[in-house]
């Protein structure tokens, strides 16, 4: 089974901080996604990476910023950690042919 | 630009009850529709899709068909259980831009015993 891990489940960092959300992929997928999820607001797509070194912007950039050096990893970095940052993170990621998405198992961010 | 709508929730019903829970979407091309699942805590797992008009998807006793004359993607259980409970996407693929999904918000579904 492909597997999308996220480094960690539950992390708090303080306002101003520099953040750092890792997803790691292992099937060799080029398309990589970065969501995050707020009650009543569903999935917003923050940006996405078509294969390594690639990156476009979603819905919801501002704020945050990607990084895509190997294929494997798709790192979301929020320069300035801000309060109305808090929420869940979702990343995923397919094959260039596919239609769904795998997704992780979520990063549930609060910023203090 | 493409779009999904769904039912709004809480939906809460009966162990045993019939569980329908609507999905309708615009498209300008020919999209591919999923239904996502979410359980408490974890991210989206895939349940079921279909590729083309009149394709039924299916998977752990849920069932979708996809209506392009009613442009709907309806899920439906005919009995669920308290295991069911999770909150419950709909997306399309969205053929003319990249292919990314386009998200419905959810529908939250809770199972009593």
């Known amino acids: 089974d492909v597997k999308v891990t996220q480094s960690s489940r539950y992390l708090v960092k303080r306002t101003g901080e520099k953040v750092f959300l890792e997803c790691v992929q292992d099937?060799?997928?080029?398309?990589m996604f970065w969501y995050r999820q707020d009650p009543g607001l569903g999935l917003r797509l923050i940006y996405f990476s078509y294969d390594v070194k690639m990156k476009e912007k979603g819905d919801i950039p501002e704020g945050y910023s990607v990084s895509r050096e190997k294929k494997e990893r798709f790192s979301l970095i929020l320069e300035s950690a801000s309060t109305n940052q808090t929420s869940m993170y979702l990343c995923?990621?397919?094959?260039?042919?596919?239609?769904?998405?795998?997704f992780g198992s979520g990063t549930r961010l609060t910023v203090v | 630009g493409d779009s999904v709508t769904q039912m709004e929730g809480p939906v809460t019903l009966s162990e045993e009850a019939f569980l329908t829970i609507n999905c309708t979407y615009t498209?300008?091309?020919?999209?591919?529709l999923f239904w996502y699942v979410q359980y408490p805590g974890e991210g989206l797992q895939l349940l079921l899709k279909a590729t083309k008009a009149d394709d039924k998807g299916s998977n752990k006793g849920f069932e979708a068909t996809y209506r392009k004359e009613t442009t709907s993607f309806h899920l439906e259980k005919g009995s669920v259980q308290v295991s069911d409970s999770a909150v419950y996407f709909c997306?399309?693929?969205?053929?003319?831009?990249?292919?990314?999904?386009?998200w419905g918000l959810g529908t939250s579904l809770a199972v009593n015993p």
């Open positions: 997306a399309l693929s969205d053929a003319g831009n990249n292919r990314k999904l386009i």
């Open positions: 995923a990621s397919r094959t260039r042919q596919a239609l769904g998405y795998t």
């Open positions: 099937m060799d997928h080029e398309n």
């Open positions: 498209a300008t091309g020919y999209p591919s």
